[in-house]
Nanobody, 116 residues
Framework: QVQLVESGGGLVQAGGSLRLSCAASGSMFSIKAMGWYRQAPGKQRELVAAITRGGSTNYADSVKGRFTISRDNAKNTVYLQMNTLKPEDTAVYYC??????????WGQGTQVTVSS
């Protein structure tokens, strides 16, 4: 089993920045990738960014150039640096981990609200 705990959400004005953290614990040897999803009210959960154990990354088109995903393997922590935030980035952000598929494990979510 793997446990994921997010932190770092909050309220920020448009154009501002936030950094989300996801601390993982448990059977980390089985995890091949981690990522961040988000879900806005009335919308489906969508992948924001992901990073593999080897460090390869991919991003949703809507956040490319603004968000950066990174990981600290020694701390079993994944980060999402979010810059130039827009009101449409408002959502609950979830950390996810992959044993075989991203989403095998989920965190509890952290709210990000961007005011205009």
């Amino acid at each position: 089993q793997v446990q994921l705990v997010e932190s770092g959400g909050g309220l920020v004005q448009a154009g501002g920045s936030l950094r989300l953290s996801c601390a993982a614990s448990g059977s980390m040897f089985s995890i091949k990738a981690m990522g961040w999803y988000r879900q806005a009210p009335g919308k489906q959960r969508e992948l924001v960014a992901a990073i593999t154990r080897g460090g390869s990354t991919n991003y949703a088109d809507s956040v490319k150039g603004r968000f950066t995903i990174s990981r600290d393997n020694a701390k079993n922590t994944v980060y999402l640096q979010m810059n130039t935030l827009k009101p449409e980035d408002t959502a609950v952000y979830y950390c996810a981990a992959a044993r075989s598929t991203l989403g095998d494990y989920w965190g509890q979510g952290t709210q990000v609200t961007v005011s205009s």
